[in-house]
């Protein structure tokens, strides 16, 4: 948090109030201006562009993204189990707040060149949002690392030399679990599982097991 700028996170806060509470569509400058109780041309005086201001919105999921992250996973736990309470903690934030979690990942945000300024009058150059999520990948290549290394030899499926790159295996397990995550907040996951969640089990269950099998190898007992 800037705390020698308190208009700019005056308007941050506005905007993350009203992503978490009407979604991302609503994130005009105008009504973030009208929220933080600021006139409306407050936030170009901040931010050079409305994208700008967005993607300040969409840094502060990613750390509260972080911050879930760090609780849900227990240090001395096995890789495995800290990779599946890091796809529980990603679907559940995508389920409780996925205004903010669209905004986090639109491509438009993630892609810009010209977010923030570059230091001078409007104060200090700020990372890219696209460079938020970096840590983040990171941790999961590291943990995807670990347990690879840890379990070769208890695994079905193909061998450690065989395997791909951990990046690689990150990315698509991240792929996976962000499509998860898509398709349940469009209610077409729960359309198609239903048949199979009768038993009044959480279908992502086993689907979310499938998932860290299918990238991972499956454990023999």
Known sequence: MDSGNPLRERLIDAGVELVMTEGSASLGLREIARRAGVSHGAPRRHFPTHHSLLSAIARRGFADLAHRFAAAADPADSPRARLRALADAYLGYAWEHHGMFELMFRHDLLDSESQEPSGGARGPERPRLRES?????????????????????????????????????????????????????????????????????????????????????????
């Open 133 to 221: 999520t970096l840590p983040l990948f990171a941790h999961l290549v590291e943990l995807v690392t670990q347990d690879r290394e840890e379990n070769a030899q208890r695994r079905t499926g193909p061998s450690h030399e065989a395997a791909p790159p951990p990046a690689v295996t990150a990315a698509a397990l991240w792929t996976n679990l962000h499509g998860i995550a898509e398709l349940r907040a469009r209610r077409s996951l729960q359309l198609a599982l239903g048949a199979s969640s009768s038993d009044g089990g959480d279908p992502l269950e086993p689907l979310v097991a499938a998932v860290l099998d299918a990238h991972l190898g499956r454990v023999n007992s």
